[in-house]
């Protein structure tokens, strides 16, 4: 078998964690065709078939599993090196992944996070879609389910409780609603007001940041995690809990990477934040009337 260029391997990563050729081919620039034909040279340089092709996208033979184990474990073996070189430069970075509220809490006590002396630096990237912590996209990730990747260790946080608010004081309760434009209601609450509201949606934005501030405005009501809507004084609850939407959270680290000090520092520090929130996060402690 001939020496295989990295690069190459590092498209069968993309095809492989994307499904098929366009999730490939938007992520590294080259056309479908040309991803096609590199994975047919790639299958003909090792000697194995990698993918099951369908109409449907790539799946991954026995053969390409493997290949895609032996890869990740190089990432993995990459990404130590290259902590290792921070370290040296003094430039390390822990990469946190979190949905646009949690987000929120952790810049709110950002001091309980990263404190004077850290020899690290923070980077948050804020989302509705799953951590991906697998592939070391991100070093620590919130998520609303257990993982069930074996390369994951996750620790359970607590419920997350959701209901409905409006305006604190409003003359009458609005009976329109405000939310995030359909297609980019990815979470269960933010699609919650296009399957069960009973009046109009009045206005949409594209992030669940701006929520609060149409309710406060009188657009309209919205739903929101409690912790949010309950820690906000211009807003009160309409109703009680929305039952369907809770769910529990934990924070997922990968398992090779989680005895990293910044890591496990960062990650225990989250813990105890979230923790001290988790009565607020359940919808257990009442709105103020």
């Known amino acids: 078998m001939k020496n295989t260029a990295w690069d190459s391997y590092q498209l069968f990563l993309q095809v492989a964690r994307l499904g098929g050729l ?3 081919s938007g992520t590294s620039g080259l056309s479908p ?7 047919l040279e790639l299958e003909q340089d090792t000697g194995r078939t990698l993918f099951v092709r369908s109409q449907t996208g790539y799946r991954l033979t026995p053969d390409g599993q493997a290949l895609l184990d032996h890869l990740q474990e190089m990432e993995a073996a990459a990404r130590k090196v290259d902590a290792w070189r921070q370290s040296g430069e003094g430039g390390v970075t822990v990469r946190v992944a979190a949905g646009t509220w949690v987000a929120w809490l952790l810049t709110e006590n950002f001091s309980a996070i990263r404190m004077p002396g850290d020899g690290f630096a923070l980077s948050l990237t804020i989302g509705e879609t799953r951590a991906n912590l697998s592939y070391r996209e991100s070093d620590i990730g919130i998520r609303a389910f257990e993982p069930d990747e074996a390369n994951l260790a996750a620790r359970l946080l ?17 009976e329109q609603w405000v939310a995030v ?23 949409t934005v594209n992030r669940p940041r701006s929520l609060p501030d149409l309710v406060r405005a009188g657009a309209g009501r919205a739903v929101l995690p409690c912790f949010v809507g309950d820690l906000d004084p211009e807003l009160q609850r309409l109703g009680g809990e929305i039952p ?4 529990r959270q934990w924070i997922v680290m990968n398992n090779e990477d989680r005895h990293r ?8 520090r989250m813990t105890k934040l979230l923790k001290s929130y988790s009565d607020l996060f359940a919808g257990k402690r009442a709105s103020r009337s």
């Not at 607590?158 to 609005?174: P, S, T």
């Not at 434009?181 to 206005?203: C, Q, T, V």
């Not at 000090?261 to 225990?268: K, S, W, Y």
Request: hydrophobic share 45%.
């Open 22 to 24: 366009t999730g490939a």
């Open 33 to 39: 065709a040309t991803v096609g034909r590199r994975m």
């Open 158 to 174: 607590g419920e997350v409780a959701y209901a409905v608010y409006v305006r604190r004081n409003a003359a009458e309760a609005a």
């Open 181 to 203: 434009a359909e297609d980019e209601a990815i979470s269960g609450y933010l699609r919650w007001p296009y399957r069960n509201a009973s009046g109009p949606i009045a206005a």
């Open 244 to 247: 369907e939407l809770k769910h």
């Open 261 to 268: 000090p910044e890591i496990r520092a960062v990650a225990d």
